[in-house]
């Protein structure tokens, strides 16, 4: 069994912890380890993070999109800024999943950089990038779940 949802937010502080809760919500109701889902939040809180100071443009929105495909759950966050830096190091006009960048190599490229860093410290895979001819970032980062033992997804399996 898998599940997904997308969710529209406005470029605002306040929707970083909207996103995180529902993140939450949803792993706590499919029976997602909690110590696996805080990671996943708090990775996904930086993500969100950036996309509202970073993520300017025309648009005054992102899109966060969750997916749990058996045991993988997979965030993808996007949004319409100017995206990573081309130059020292990066790749011009990344586009995931082909074209998949270590988080390091753009955390050295953007002033602060450490939500990228903590991004990476906490998924097992995670990959930055542009969108294709549009610009704007997209992060997208993978966890391996761990259960509870009355996880709801494990007994529709």
């Known amino acids: 069994?898998?599940?997904?949802?997308?969710?529209?937010?406005?470029?605002?502080?306040?929707?970083?912890?909207?996103?995180?809760?529902?993140?939450?919500?949803?792993?706590?109701?499919?029976?997602?380890?909690?110590?696996?889902?805080?990671?996943?939040?708090?990775?996904?809180?930086?993500?969100?993070?950036?996309?509202?100071?970073?993520?300017?443009?025309?648009?005054?929105?992102?899109?966060?999109?969750?997916?749990?495909?058996?045991?993988?759950?997979?965030?993808?966050?996007?949004?319409c800024g100017p995206g990573f830096p081309q130059g020292a190091g990066a790749a011009p006009a990344l586009s995931p999943p082909a074209a998949a960048r270590p988080a390091g190599e753009f955390a050295e490229l953007l002033p602060g950089g450490r939500g990228l860093l903590l991004i990476e410290a906490l998924a097992d895979r995670v990959r930055f990038g542009n969108q294709p001819g549009s610009g704007g970032a997209v992060v997208t980062f993978d966890k391996i779940l761990k259960w509870r033992e009355d996880a709801a997804l494990l007994r529709a399996s």
């Open 1 to 79: 069994m898998s599940i997904w949802w997308s969710l529209q937010l406005r470029r605002e502080a306040a929707s970083v912890p909207l996103a995180r809760r529902l993140l939450l919500g949803a792993m706590d109701t499919a029976g997602v380890d909690g110590d696996i889902s805080h990671e996943l939040s708090v990775a996904l809180s930086e993500a969100c993070a950036n996309a509202v100071q970073h993520g300017g443009g025309l648009s005054e929105v992102y899109r966060v999109t969750a997916s749990i495909h058996g045991d993988m759950c997979r965030i993808e966050v996007t949004d």
